[in-house]
C-alpha cells in the first residue's frame, strides 16, 4: 500500500507540473538520432569534476535544431541535430541536464519516438508511451560559454588516416603528470609532412603523413593523449573528412555534425630526430605473427610486472626470445632467420608487443646496432611509422 501511495503521489506531482507549469522547451525525436549525439557529447563529461554545472550536457533547442553542449574545462563537445531529423519542434529553449542520467534513461527507453518538455523550475520531463521520467535541471545561463570559432584554412585529414595516427602512438605517451608534456602527443607541420610523436621517454613513436596540399603556416604544439583517444573513439571509416583547426592554446576539431574543442599543453616537446639512428647493423625481418606469439609466450614468466624484461639473442642463424624468473621458471623461444649476426640486448616485452600490434603487415624489420642502442621496429608496408623501444641493461 505504502508503495502504491508513494507511486500516485508521484504521478500527481508530475500531473501538476504539467498543468500548471509553463512549457521552456518541447520537442519529439527518435531515441536513435537523439542517443548517438547524447553518447558523443557525454565524452567530455569527466566523472571527477565536482563543479556541477560541468557534469551536465545543455539542450539548446533552436530555429534550426538541436545543439547539444558538454565540457570539463580540459575538451568541450557540441553536437548538432538539424531540425529536419527531429520528429516536431513544440517550443524551443534551453536546459542543462544530469548527463550520467539523461545518457542512461535515453539509452534503455524503447526504440520509439521521445518527448521532451522542459516546464517552469527547469524539469526535464522525458516520456514514451509507457514511461515517464522528471529530472531536476540547472539554468543554461551558468553553462560556460564555449568558444567553437572555426579558422579559415584547417588541415583536411581522412578519418580513417587520422585514427590511425592516434592508435599508433598513444599507447607510447607517459602516464604520469611528472611531466605533462609526455602525456600528450607531438603534432608538427612542415609544409606539406605532418609528424606525430609520442613518448614516455622508454620508447617512442613516430608517424608522418604527406597531406594533398602545404599550409602556409607551420606549427608545432602538444594535445593531451586521452583527449585524443576519446576523439578517435567518435571518428568512423568513412569519407567525412576530418577539419583541424589551429589556435595557440586550443585545438578544434570539426567531423560531420561534431565540433570537438581540446586544449593544448603548453611547453616545448623534446627533440626525437637525434634518437632514432639512420643508419643500422642488424637488419631483421621477421614474420609479424610468429615474433609477436614468441615475444608474447615468453612474457608470461617474467616476474616484474612493470617492465616485463625478456632477452633477445642472435646466434646461429637463430633468433632467441628467452625469459628467467629464479621464482618462476625459464622459457625459451627459436625461431631461423637469415641473418648470421651474433646479438644479445634485453627489452621490455609490454613496450615491444605495443609496438609491434601498431603494424598491420605481415612482415617487420627489427633494426639494431648494439646492445646499448635503440631497437627499431619498422615495416616496408607502413613506412611513415616507425617504433623505438630502448634497451633494459641487465646484470
Do not use: W
Amino acid at each position: 500500500r505504502r508503495v502504491f501511495n508513494s507511486f500516485n503521489k508521484y504521478n500527481i506531482s508530475n500531473n501538476l507540473i504539467k498543468k500548471e507549469g509553463k512549457i521552456k522547451m518541447k520537442f519529439v525525436i527518435k531515441k536513435s538520432i537523439l542517443l548517438e549525439n547524447l553518447l558523443n557529447t557525454s565524452k567530455a563529461i569527466s566523472s571527477k569534476n565536482l563543479i556541477p554545472i560541468l557534469t551536465g550536457i545543455k539542450f539548446d533547442l533552436l530555429e534550426d535544431g538541436l545543439y547539444l553542449s558538454a565540457s570539463d574545462s580540459d575538451i568541450s563537445i557540441r553536437t548538432f541535430i538539424e531540425k529536419s531529423k527531429i520528429t516536431e519542434v513544440v517550443q524551443t529553449g534551453s536546459i542543462v541536464i544530469s548527463g550520467k542520467y539523461i545518457v542512461e534513461i535515453i539509452r534503455k527507453l524503447p526504440d520509439t519516438d521521445i518527448t521532451i518538455e522542459v516546464v517552469d523550475g527547469y524539469n526535464m520531463i522525458i516520456q514514451t508511451t509507457g514511461s515517464e521520467f522528471n529530472l531536476n535541471g540547472i539554468d543554461p545561463n551558468e553553462f560556460p560559454n564555449l568558444d567553437l570559432e572555426e579558422t579559415k584554412n584547417p588541415i583536411v585529414l581522412n578519418p580513417v588516416v587520422f585514427k590511425n595516427i592516434i592508435n599508433q602512438t598513444f599507447f607510447a605517451t607517459s602516464l604520469s603528470e611528472t611531466r605533462p608534456l609526455l602525456t600528450g602527443i607531438n603534432f608538427k607541420l612542415d609544409g606539406e609532412i605532418l609528424e606525430v610523436i609520442a613518448t614516455d621517454s622508454y620508447r617512442l613513436a613516430r608517424k608522418q603523413i604527406n597531406l594533398k596540399e602545404k599550409y602556409e603556416n607551420d606549427f608545432n604544439l602538444v594535445i593531451p593523449g586521452k583527449n585524443l583517444l576519446e576523439l578517435a573513439r567518435i571518428l568512423e571509416d568513412d569519407k567525412e573528412n576530418v577539419y583541424l583547426h589551429i589556435f595557440n592554446n586550443k585545438v578544434l576539431f570539426k567531423y560531420k555534425n561534431i565540433i570537438f574543442l581540446s586544449r593544448l599543453i603548453s611547453g616545448t616537446y623534446p627533440v626525437s630526430s637525434n634518437i632514432i639512428p639512420n643508419n643500422f647493423r642488424i637488419d631483421i625481418e621477421c614474420n609479424y605473427g610468429d615474433l609477436y606469439d614468441m615475444i608474447d609466450r615468453a612474457s608470461l614468466l617474467t616476474s616484474d610486472k612493470d617492465k616485463n624484461t625478456i632477452k633477445l639473442v642472435l646466434h646461429n642463424r637463430e633468433l632467441i626470445i628467452s625469459s628467467n624468473s629464479p621464482e618462476i621458471g625459464k622459457v625459451e623461444e627459436k625461431i631461423n632467420i637469415d641473418n648470421d649476426s651474433e646479438m644479445s640486448i634485453s627489452f621490455s616485452s609490454k613496450y615491444m608487443l605495443e609496438a609491434i600490434k601498431s603494424f598491420n603487415s605481415e612482415k617487420i624489420h627489427i633494426l639494431m646496432n648494439d646492445d646499448n642502442s635503440p631497437i627499431i621496429v619498422k615495416s616496408d608496408k607502413e613506412v611513415s611509422l616507425i617504433q623505438l623501444v630502448l634497451p633494459i641493461k641487465t646484470y
